[in-house]
């Protein structure tokens, strides 16, 4: 096998209550990408489509991820990438991630499986710090791993995969609006009151307890913010509004997906999802923002192989 | 029946990472309990073996306890209390909680049982705060539910039951040195840095997952605290000492017990935990600090009826 298409899915990280170490894998948008071995060593990147990103593989989060796992597997030959990017990047949804972590996959796959997942995640961890300027897995880890997963801390890496309850649904609504990572960073608070450590850390231990229980009424309960989402919500016009009405029409929890500006919600069945959409596009379509939303079940699966 | 003598055992709460929401529950040692049903109406103390402690109901935890449910059931008759008390007030594995906890739960039972396990905290939580000067509830709930327990929250009172490992034994090294509880509270740390936040809560989440898959390994990974650990560590003499000896000694984790001076070490099968022991008796045995040690298992079952 010279030749792999596959399907690199959109992710959700920090998921409320799990800033910086959880996140889960959506099902209905991602990027598709055909890696094909070349005789020449190295990586190529011979098409974007979608999106104007950088061809030069160095300057590219696929470029870098596939370097690296390029570097680890000692070949003699060499890759070219050919992305078609349908998350844009900036939207909050693991844009880079994807690409980064799609790369390393496809890779993998062509080279025989030789790296296992954990290691894979390392490699487009080094992709994934050309876009965001340092390493992280909140997006990478459920991209590769599928489902929810925990970054339990990433020196040594360590990944635990958790349970996904069947009927859990995503619906993310992405204003299209720029949302500056390096502003979305400088609104971190440096430091936290114990008091609401304390309670970030009940509920992201009541989330853990409600996904492996499934336990709707407790996830719902967990997907609170007192930490992150006060200060970064302001980068997102209409937040409250659309959590609100979102909350209104049954969804369990809402969240800013990764640093923003993308909402998640999530949802017990594909209906309530659905509502929750139309509740997202109640929002903004009387304002003069564009946006996307996608309605999606939990990926369990992570990046699949089309081809 | 009109009388009912119960065992309600020590509890040890925080565990680690899970500082004011996580605790579990010991076997081995606890106070005996004699509850018996008066004509006439209020809560008495006939007796109290062990410990110096004040017979005046409304001055002592059990007293308070027993007035709360009292009240709640509003009956036309009363209770008193003896108490064998076993668990040294002030050793961090939760003495006043038993006491109270004990209380609410024999009351209950001579009562037929009206009351449910929650409201039996929150009846608990009245006396432990004339203890403690304010309600919690991470050793109550413990006792009451037995095996490990996360209060999520407070205010609304909200329990989780977590998995117990049947593997799982703790040792307890209690010096029996006197930590005041506003000493310990002075040194909690108002704000914390964010980052050592997500590495807590990462470790929280874990420790769960860790619980629900039966990962020895990975709950001795999450057993860290570098929040509060730091700090109160110091008011207990030979802490780092006991606890580098006890993790050679093949423990999964050690940390204090409550504000101390207690400290608890997990430990996987009884012979490890015997082996702690030998441990922390090493390091206390040559310093003239009194000690007490206890091996037990996690008691999945909580207070228990003995008669």
Known sequence: MDTIKIFSPATVANVSCGFDVLGFCLDSVGDDMIIRKTKSKGITISKIEGYKLPLNPEKNVAGVAGLAILKAAQVTFGFDIEICKRIKPGSGIGSSSASASGTVFAIN????????????????MKGEAVASG???ADNIAPGLFG??????SLNPLEILELPTPKELYATIVHPQIEVKTSEARALLPKTIPLKKGIAQWANVGSLVHGLHTLDYNLISRSLEDNIVEPHRKQLIPYFDEAKSLAIQSGALGVGISGSGPSIFALSQGEIKAKQVAKAFQNV????????KIYVSKINSQGIKTIS
């Not at 296992?116 to 390392?122: E, F, G, P, V």
């Not at 489902?147 to 339990?152: D, N, Q, R, W």
């Open 134 to 136: 340092n390493e992280h």
């Open 284 to 291: 903004y379509k009387n304002t003069t923002i564009d946006f």
């Open 147 to 152: 489902g929810f997963t925990l970054v339990k």
């Open 109 to 124: 796959e062509l080279l025989g499986n030789p790296f296992n997942k954990k290691q894979l995640t390392a490699f487009a």
